[in-house]
């Protein structure tokens, strides 16, 4: 019977080159628990690629070029193996046997999601017989065409922790983070005219238990999908400093509010509230999480001016229009003062909402979310 090497034979092995030259040959080295990678399965039509490598964030790099395939006998299973996991919809397993003899155990484990289906994998590689590490949190996000994101339930304990959300605003997801780096860059996935096609970002978020987290964001705008944008946010690990707070909301949420008004900054370029500040003991501060539903008489003069806004041959303007939460309530009256921003590409403008009296009653009434709210203001 052949004597099955120790771990110290086997490391000798690994690091013995092989009869002959061969150019694309490396000793493998056992790689260290960060050694997970992330990989983005997001569009049906798009090859996968990798947007988190151990601790290091990547911006949709080719599978090639990931740390845990050091040789060309590891990296051209690694796609295979996501193929697998795909069509599976379940951890898949792959054993590469090196020309030094050393066997390497590839494991993928899939990224589920809104229907279950497969969104991205988590790959690691190492050692035939050590156990794999606990993988990085990975949730999915997946905006339809009115921006109401729905969440992966990974996603969900990831930005709001146990609560029962399925699905988020715009001006929610933004306000689940301490910092949310380019912005800007975010909201132009949601462009109207010329969208882009695929995005990083980068945030913090601090959980329940008080610690900070590093999250990285990589979204898709997928082909031939009812979706306008799915995205992955992949927990990078603890923040070992405390970063700062960001200046931008900061300011913005110390701002004095008058009774009945709420601030709102609209991204013009996609006609989207993405900031939404109010005193919460009113009832106008649960729009945060309500989709406006316009008059459709008032809906002209609103694109008009959003038009005008973005083309800068406006800077302010003031008016009053209708909305409503749901089809059976009565239509709210709002005046809006509109202000355009200095800012650059993604082109902004701040919003001053006013309630014009009576408010009639409406679904943010009996909101259980709005509720809450309000009791904690007070």
């Not at 301490?178 to 109207?192: I, K, M, P, V």
């Not at 500040?277 to 459709?296: C, D, F, K, T």
């Not at 309630?355 to 009653?361: E, F, L």
Request: net charge positive; aromatic share 6%; charged share 25%.
């Amino acid at each position: 019977m052949t004597k099955q090497p120790d771990s110290a034979d086997a490391r000798r092995l690994a690091s013995a080159p092989p009869n002959g030259k061969d150019p694309s040959w490396r000793p493998y080295r056992p790689r260290t628990s960060k050694d997970w990678v992330v990989v983005e399965m997001l569009d049906d039509w798009s090859e996968p690629t990798v947007v988190v490598d151990g601790q290091f964030r990547r911006e949709f790099s080719a599978l090639k070029r990931i740390s845990i395939a050091p040789n060309t006998a590891i990296a051209e299973r690694v796609k295979p193996l996501l193929i697998r996991c795909g069509k599976a919809r379940t951890s898949v397993v792959d054993n590469v046997t090196l020309r030094s003899g050393t066997l390497v155990k590839l494991v993928a484990r899939p990224v589920y999601g809104i229907s279950g289906e497969v969104r991205g994998a988590t790959v690691w590689a190492g050692p035939e017989g050590e156990r794999p590490p606990r993988p990085p949190q990975v949730g999915v996000l997946e905006w339809n065409t009115h921006l109401v994101a729905s969440m992966s339930p990974t996603a969900r304990a990831m930005l709001h922790g146990d609560s029962k959300l399925d699905s988020l605003l715009l001006p929610e997801l933004i306000a689940a983070f301490d910092r949310f780096e380019d912005r800007a860059g975010f909201l132009s996935l949601f462009s109207l005219m010329n969208p882009v096609a695929k995005w990083t970002g980068a945030a913090t978020r601090t959980y329940g238990d008080g610690t900070v987290h590093q999250l990285h964001l990589a979204a898709r705008t997928p082909w031939a999908s009812a979706s306008t944008v799915r995205a992955l946010v992949c927990d990078v690990g603890q923040e070992r400093v405390q970063p700062g707070a960001d200046l931008y909301e900061a300011v913005l949420r110390c701002v004095p509010i008058l009774p009945g008004h709420a601030l709102g900054i609209v991204d013009l370029d996609a006609m989207a509230v993405h900031d939404w500040v109010a005193n919460n003991n009113e009832p106008i501060a649960g729009w945060l999480h309500h989709q406006p539903r316009p008059h459709p008489e008032d809906l002209v003069q609103v694109v008009e001016l959003g038009r005008d806004l973005l083309n800068g041959t406006r800077t302010r303007a003031r008016f009053r229009s209708r909305i409503r939460f749901d089809d059976n309530d009565d239509w709210i009256t709002v005046e809006c003062t509109w202000h355009r921003l200095p800012s650059g590409a993604q082109r902004q403008a701040l919003i001053d909402v006013a309630i014009v009296a009576p408010m009639p009653a409406s679904v943010v009434d009996v909101c259980p979310r709005c509720k809450q709210m309000r009791r904690e203001a007070c």
